[in-house]
């Protein structure tokens, strides 16, 4: 029988930062990691290397080592406003503190060591002029680590943890179901490459990201653990040329930006902005194609365009509680109209009604990075409520950011946030049942890297104080 001390399901920010803190604290704690994916040094993406995508059965964007943070564009958003929800379950001033704890990490493991957002003139002017049309700036300092850099931190966090004697991590490893026995958690049942083994531990923590947040939510419906709805974020990434966002991204490096729109007062956002960057795909469960954007830190991977994500939110009440599955839904028609990969559209051919093709993509001025994408009409996937949304938010933006609102600004869909199921958990994340934690984006506490590194944190330290 194979025992450990704890065993964290999820080998992304949020699983890392557990190991983390429960090594820096407590040395001879015997931990198991394990992951569906594969290690950090093994994971490929072919649509990155050889600009397709292949749809692999683990997708190597999204599993593996470093979860979702792998290949990301590593901005660690510095303020508990931004990335999630911890400071529900906590005070501001806690939620910062441990921001702080968590970023001492990366830069201990090779951050750079600049912060964007901090000019407070320059944030006071934008908020100002945002405000004349009803946009509304949310300051956030960042770090930006870049694609190259956030892979290289995250596996020096590897290195650093899987040579450590009581530290194992099992890649290809899927859990399959937790072990509970009177009201107590035990374990897990995986699946190591194909084999079924059981685990036991003595505290089990479960962060399985969006990726398996499905998993996560049959898991806790089988256990009667209380979930809630999360909001649906679904939308488009935005790419344009530098120029039209340089004079927001040069000092904030990431404009937050929030509009409700005109027709169905939708809370409409940026998201994930990315200057000199690319678009990029992401997999779920090796079916569903989903939009995504990173850059890299070095000058010469820059690009000439800049991406956002920009994002429709809704919170759905009852009866509905299938949030991820609508997602999908939306995710899955975009895909049935492109043969299984991303749709590309001007906004021009949008608001003219009209398909983007190929011959039209090529008239755009402003050329897409994502080479796989293929010209389509969004309007046959996203719903009346969600396109309406988001080119009265276009339209509204353009009046910080000239340019915006033109027919050869690229729409690529569809962006979904799977914000997952909120799970019902106490303020260090445990669940009802004991000795069972739940974190990161998966448990729907989380929306980014800072954030699901900090619910790490806590959990590690509650763990230790009941030894
Ligand atoms: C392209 C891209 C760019 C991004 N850019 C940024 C950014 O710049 N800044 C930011 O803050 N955030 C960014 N994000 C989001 C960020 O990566 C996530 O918020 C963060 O990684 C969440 O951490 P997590 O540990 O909760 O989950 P994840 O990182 O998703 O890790 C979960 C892990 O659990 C594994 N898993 C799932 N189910 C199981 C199972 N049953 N058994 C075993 N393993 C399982 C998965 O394989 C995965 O490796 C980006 C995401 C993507 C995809």
Redesign the pocket.
């Known amino acids: 029988m194979k025992k450990f001390d704890v065993l964290v399901?999820?080998?992304?920010?949020?699983?890392?930062f557990t190991a983390l803190e429960l090594n820096k604290q407590n040395p001879n704690c015997k931990i198991l990691i394990?992951?569906?994916?594969r290690n950090i040094e093994k994971r490929v993406c072919p649509e990155r290397t050889q600009g397709y995508c292949s749809q692999c059965a683990?997708c190597g964007?999204?599993?593996?080592?470093?979860?979702?943070?792998?290949?990301?564009?590593?901005?660690?958003?510095l303020s508990p406003e931004v990335?999630?929800r911890i400071t529900e379950y906590m005070s501001q001033q806690e939620a910062q503190d441990l921001i702080n704890y968590a970023d001492q990490y990366y830069l201990n493991f090779g951050a750079s060591p600049d912060v964007y957002g901090l000019n407070n003139q320059v944030i006071d002017d934008i908020s100002y002029e945002a405000s004349k049309y009803d946009i509304k700036l949310i300051p956030c300092p960042v770090r930006?680590?870049g694609?190259e850099h956030?892979y290289q931190v995250l596996k020096a966090m590897y290195h650093f943890l899987i040579e450590k004697e009581n530290i194992h991590f099992w890649e290809l490893?899927?859990?399959?179901e937790l072990i509970i026995e009177d009201g107590v958690a035990k374990g897990a049942i995986?699946n190591k490459k194909g084999v079924q083994e059981e685990i036991f531990a003595e505290y089990v923590v479960v962060?399985?990201?969006?990726?398996?947040a499905e998993?996560?939510k049959e898991q806790t419906d089988k256990l009667g653990i209380v979930t809630e709805n999360n909001e649906v974020d679904i939308g488009v990434r935005v790419e344009v040329p530098n120029s039209i966002m340089d004079h927001l991204t040069k000092d904030l490096y990431e404009a937050k930006l929030v509009y409700y729109s005109d027709t169905f007062d939708n809370k409409v956002r940026t998201f994930?902005m990315?200057p000199g960057g690319v678009v990029?795909g992401?997999h779920y469960d090796g079916e569903v194609a989903v939009v995504?954007?990173?850059s890299y830190a070095d000058p010469k991977l820059k690009t000439q365009n800049t991406n956002f994500a920009l994002l429709v939110s809704t919170r759905f009440t009852e009866p509905f509680n299938q949030p991820i599955e609508y997602g999908k839904y939306i995710a899955r028609l975009a895909n049935m109209l492109t043969g299984g990969g991303i749709m590309v559209q001007r906004l021009g051919d949008l608001i003219k009604g009209r398909r983007t093709d190929y011959d039209r993509l090529k008239k755009s001025t402003t050329i897409p990075t994502m080479k796989g994408a293929v010209p389509g009409d969004l309007s046959y996937a996203l719903p009346q409520r969600y396109l309406t949304s988001i080119i009265e938010a276009l339209k509204a933006f353009d009046n910080v950011a000239p340019g915006l609102y033109s027919r050869n600004t690229l729409l690529y869909g569809v962006e979904v946030k799977f914000y997952s199921s909120k799970v019902r958990v106490n303020d260090k994340f445990e669940t009802q049942i004991k000795n069972l934690y739940t974190?990161?984006?998966?448990?729907g506490i989380?929306?980014?890297?800072?954030?699901?590194?900090v619910?790490?944190v806590v959990v590690a330290r509650d763990i230790l104080s009941k030894e």
Not at 9 to 16: D, K, L
């Open positions: 399901i999820g080998a992304g920010p949020a699983g890392i394990i992951d569906k994916g683990v964007i999204t599993s593996g080592w470093s979860g979702a943070g792998a290949f990301s564009d590593g901005k660690l958003s990335g999630g930006h680590l694609t956030a490893t899927k859990a399959e995986v962060a399985p990201g969006r990726g398996g998993w996560l994930c990315n990029s992401e995504n954007g990173h974190i990161g984006d998966g448990a989380t929306r980014g890297l800072m954030q699901a590194s619910t790490g």
